[in-house]
């Protein structure tokens, strides 16, 4: 004869199973939610800067719930594979160049339009403005959500010859990101633009497979060592690097509500201090790259600086309407501070 009651035996299996049940939700329920972060940059400009800042500011203030995961410099994707990271839900958070985002949005291509913006000041009075409120909302479509705009800084012309006047990359073979509008602008110099992801272009620079590139920053030229492979660099201005930091959108949305807000509110600080030091960052970076010799930086002329300007600008009409005319003009009027 059984010691045990089989009535009891089930009783007790049973409130097992529940408790067991109850301590496994109960993990669940403290599993933060893993939000990976990827760019290409290195840690040490203003997208990496800003990164990290999230990273610490989210463990501080919602260690328990949330977790930022950075991986920096395409240590997990290059851009192109992120954003498909991104939609397929592999990836929660990006901080891509405008220049990335052309086919999700006719309207962000307008960042890429050369000589647009005269300094990063004009940039934010349009980021902060009616259009800039656009663009960041122009790819819910493709459910991808523009939460804020991050600074890097104005582009610099780089390559193994001196580029002091538009014929002077004639027939030069320039890296430039996945954008129309900026190899459009390589077209207009008589050069040949190539389209190529950021981790290869050093190796492009020391093989000779691309003679330089039509426009980076100081910060990301310092940082990716590519003064190591070019011998000038040309203050040109010609166009702005700016940031869209983007989510998915299903993503974001069914975030519970008090975590978004709190995100939200770590995201401002964040964007806040990312934009207030990216020209500091930028103007060391050149400080540095002057330092390290081996690459003679040029100054332009005011008289320089407008032939390049010229030379570039048939590609203005050419995207105007594709773009916005109105954005076009809501930029253009952003540089001079009202
Ligand atoms: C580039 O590809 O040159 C940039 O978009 C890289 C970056 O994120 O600044």
Known sequence: MSLINPKILAGAIGVAILMGGVANAQAQAQDPIVIKFSHVVANDTPKGQ???LLQKLVKERLGDKVKIEVYPNSSLYDDTKGLNALLTGDVQLLAPSMAKLGEYSPSVQLMDLPFLFDDMEAVTRFEQGDGGKQILESMQDNNILGLAYWHNGMRQLTSNEPLIEPK???GMKLRVEP????AAQINELHAIPRKMAFGEVYQGMQTGVIDGQGGNTWSNIYTQKWNEVQSDMTESNNGVLDYMLITNAKFWNGLPDDVRDTLDDILAEVTESVNSKADELNEQAKKDIIAAGGTEVHELSPEQVKAWRDA???????YRDE??????????QSNTAN
């Open 312 to 318: 570039m600008s048939p590609v203005l009409d050419e």
């Open 323 to 332: 773009i916005g005319s109105d954005l076009v003009d809501a930029a253009q």
């Open 50 to 52: 800003g990164a990290q």
């Open 168 to 170: 002077d990359a004639r």
């Open 179 to 182: 954008s129309d509008v900026l």
